[in-house]
């Protein structure tokens, strides 16, 4: 049975920084990209940051860009999401996912994520 499992969350000062992980465990994942996606109370789901399954040309929301850094271990099967400088509007539910269809669909498009996490909660105090 697939499972992602994401840790790392927490409350924290604007300004600064949380690392949050995923593990995927059931399946082996390295061939397909992941990604970190995020949830506001009374928001839709909204797109973060992908990694494709060589680690190469990660793509980023451009509320993220230069603050957020999504990386991957295929050894360990984990994802990460390094977060800096973080804001108060940062505030969400964090979810990891897995891609499920071909490298001709967005990884920016949540409906292609066929494996999700149950989300870990970050908090960001002003």
């Known amino acids: 049975q697939v499972q992602l499992v994401e840790s790392g969350g927490g409350l924290v000062q604007a300004g600064g920084s949380l690392r949050l992980s995923c593990a995927a465990s059931?399946?082996?994942?390295?061939?397909?990209?992941m990604g970190w996606f995020r949830q506001a109370p009374g928001k839709e789901r909204e797109f973060v940051a992908a990694?494709?399954?060589?680690?190469?040309?990660?793509s980023y929301a451009d509320s993220v860009k230069g603050r957020f850094t999504i990386s991957r271990d295929n050894a360990k099967n984990t994802l990460h999401l390094q977060m800096n400088s973080l804001k108060p509007e940062d505030t969400a539910v964090y979810y990891c996912?897995?891609?499920?269809?071909?490298?001709?669909?967005?990884?920016?498009?949540?409906?292609?994520?066929?494996?999700w996490g149950q989300g870990t909660q970050v908090t960001v105090s002003s």
């Open positions: 059931g399946r082996t994942f390295s061939s397909y990209a």
């Open positions: 996912a897995v891609h499920s269809k071909g490298i001709y669909y967005s990884t920016r498009d949540p409906q292609n994520y066929g494996y």
């Open positions: 990694i494709r399954w060589g680690g190469a040309s990660p």
